[in-house]
Nanobody
Framework: QVQLVESGGGLVQAGGSLRLSCAAS????????MGWYRQTPGKQRELVASITSRGSTNYADSVMGRFTISRDNAKNTVYLQMNSLKPEDTAVYSCYADDPFRRSWGQGTQVTVSS
């Protein structure tokens, strides 16, 4: 089983930046893709970005060009660099990791962007 611990959320002004981290432990050698979802009350959960074990990335249209996902396999950590943040980026961001049997989730971290 994989355990995920997120960090890096917080409050930032519009136009600012934050970097989220998601550290994996446990059965890390079985992890394939990792990524981030976000959710706000009353809205559907949105896939923000994902990265495969080979480094292929995918982004939501709403964050393309502003967010960058990266992965440090030596540290078993995936990062989400968020630049040019907008109030509509405010959400709980949750990290996930896929192995051949299940998807594991982190506890979520709040990102709040003030206007």
């Amino acid at each position: 089983q994989v355990q995920l611990v997120e960090s890096g959320g917080g409050l930032v002004q519009a136009g600012g930046s934050l970097r989220l981290s998601c550290a994996a432990s446990g059965n890390i050698f079985s992890i394939n893709a990792m990524g981030w979802y976000r959710q706000t009350p009353g809205k559907q959960r949105e896939l923000v970005a994902s990265i495969t074990s080979r480094g292929s990335t995918n982004y939501a249209d709403s964050v393309m060009g502003r967010f960058t996902i990266s992965r440090d396999n030596a540290k078993n950590t995936v990062y989400l660099q968020m630049n040019s943040l907008k109030p509509e980026d405010t959400a709980v961001y949750s990290c996930y990791a896929d192995d051949p049997f299940r998807r594991s989730w982190g506890q979520g971290t709040q990102v709040t962007v003030s206007s």
